[in-house]
């Protein structure tokens, strides 16, 4: 597996290995060991799954708060997505700063995002599901976002984005300038 850092501390993007003939290609999607090595030593507690229909599906940008913080290793299981990571950790030096990555089952690539991040995405493709790991459990009290669209942030959606697609709790979100110092 190749781990790539980003300029924002503490994004990582995962790549398994590929071990392919005629009939496909197998593949170790997560290994605690080598996480704990190169990423740090967190501890999953639940694995969620959601599909989007249509392609220029906009989730997000979600997080949670304390005490339920979240982080996040995403992954494609089909389709293709755009994952966003924004970094919402007040004081820091890459505060609103953002990294992307295309994610799709053929690529393999996983998205790590420790507590301190919102997470959004768009599907590139009809019926495309994301598949996640937690570092908490859902907790509703903590449940927490961003907009989507705010261009202090700026993030570079692709065109197909649609912002119809957005709950209604999306369309409201605060921006970066509004948003509290949840994690500091």
């Not at 593949?27 to 996480?35: I, S």
């Not at 507690?45 to 005490?67: C, M, Y």
């Not at 992954?75 to 799709?104: H, K, M, N």
């Not at 959606?157 to 110092?181: C, E, F, G, M, V």
Request: charged share 20%; hydrophobic share 35%.
């Amino acid at each position: 597996m190749k781990f790539q850092a980003y300029d924002i501390a503490g994004v990582t993007l995962l790549t398994p290995r590929h071990i392919g003939d005629e009939r496909g290609y197998f593949a170790e999607a997560f290994r605690g060991d080598l996480f704990a090595q190169q990423v740090g030593n967190h501890h999953f507690v639940q694995d969620n799954e959601s599909r989007s229909a249509k392609a220029g599906t906009i989730r997000g940008l979600h997080f949670q708060s304390e005490p339920h913080a979240q982080g996040k290793l995403v992954r494609c299981t089909a389709g293709a997505l755009f994952d966003v990571a924004v970094d919402i950790r007040a004081g820091s030096p890459t505060y609103g700063q953002w990294v992307a990555e295309t994610l799709t089952p053929d690529n393999g690539k996983q998205l790590w995002m420790p507590p301190g991040f919102a997470h959004g995405f768009c599907s590139l493709e009809p019926d495309t599901v994301i598949c996640y790991k937690v570092t908490d459990y859902y907790n509703a009290e903590c449940d927490n976002g961003l907009a989507w669209d705010d261009p202090a942030i700026a993030i570079f959606w692709p065109d197909i984005a649609d912002p119809h697609t957005l709950l209604p709790k999306d369309r409201k979100q605060p921006t970066l300038s509004n948003l509290p110092a949840y994690f500091t």
